[in-house]
């Protein structure tokens, strides 16, 4: 199992172990942006999972959110369906460890190195925004081991975005986040491979839906979903300012990610949600 190792870079709390590919960072700051992604989440996509569950979910089943944060998918589900038994796992151990639901369970692993459960233990997996924690070998590995871990004809739901629409700062941004991701061997545009390596690893029927929501127009949730984006840069700059030495400078960057949210809005930009389901075979 891999041990927490951590670095400090411009004062904020990074993974550092050759292990865990994950960029952004670990600390208080990041676990409140994760709480409050969630809510934007189900305020945009109006919905906490779209698998065809709902009836399994209300009677009873096993879930396992892979890469599951602070846990607040887990918790919302957990108090919505009461009989199912919700298991969240994740590298950075900022869910909560004792006051939780008692239909809660959280397990601290690396899922590049394996999912801690046994074969044909879950009904229902759901993975939100690994985009910037797994390179292209672990995406490979880690959807065969949720296959593994899933019963027949238990279903995953995988969750991934990409930008339409971006104007040249806000590219330049995307830009040369690609390029790092890539430096790391990491596929930067995993929302469109979603169906494809779901197959590749094993699953049938996988259907891909894909949602565009409003960057920073349209009303409250396209501000909600800006304020997001933007709190997220704002947390990758130390990692962004390794490619971009003008970025090393905080106002600098945060007169780009202004400038970022205006042409955001006047380009109508939009954020593509891909949200894969597809199936175990029986
Ligand atoms: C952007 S956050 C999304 C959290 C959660 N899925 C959500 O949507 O609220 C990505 C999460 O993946 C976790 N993560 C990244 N790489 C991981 C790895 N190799 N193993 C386990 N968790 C990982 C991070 O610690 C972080 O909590």
């Not at 199992?1 to 960029?23: C, S, W």
């Amino acid at each position: 199992m891999t041990e927490p190792q951590h670095q400090i870079l411009n004062g904020r709390k990074f993974h550092a172990n050759d292990k865990v590919a994950y960029l952004l960072p670990e600390d208080n700051d990041e676990k409140d942006r994760l709480h409050k992604q969630h809510v934007v989440l189900r305020y945009t996509l109006q919905s906490n999972f779209q698998a065809p569950l709902q009836e399994k979910l209300e009677q009873g089943i096993t879930v396992l959110d892979s890469g599951c944060g602070p846990a607040a998918w887990v918790f919302d589900m957990a108090k919505d369906f009461p009989n199912s038994q919700f298991h969240g796992i994740d590298i950075t151990s900022t869910f909560p460890h004792d006051t939780k639901p008692s239909n809660c369970e959280f397990t601290v692993a690396n899922l590049a190195e394996g999912i801690p459960y046994p074969d044909n233990y879950f009904d229902y997996v759901h993975q939100r925004l690994l985009i910037l924690g797994l390179t292209d070998a672990n995406w490979d590995f880690v959807l065969k081991e949720l296959l593994r871990v899933l019963k027949p004809g238990g279903y995953i739901e995988l969750h991934e975005a990409n930008l339409n629409n971006m104007g040249p700062l806000l590219k330049q941004l995307q830009y040369t986040m690609s390029s790092m991701l890539q430096s790391k061997g990491m596929p930067p545009k995993i929302s469109n491979e979603l169906q494809e390596r779901a197959i590749k690893a094993g699953f049938v029927d996988a259907q891909v839906q894909i949602t565009d929501l409003k960057l920073n127009h349209g009303g409250q949730a396209g501000k909600m979903l800006w304020d997001d984006y933007q709190h997220g840069y704002t947390n990758l700059r130390p990692v962004m300012a390794m490619s971009n030495a003008e970025w090393q400078d905080e106002e600098l960057y945060a007169i780009h990610i202004e400038n970022c949210a205006k042409e955001a809005e006047t380009m109508h930009t939009s954020v593509n949600w891909h949200t894969c389901i597809a199936q175990k075979p029986f």
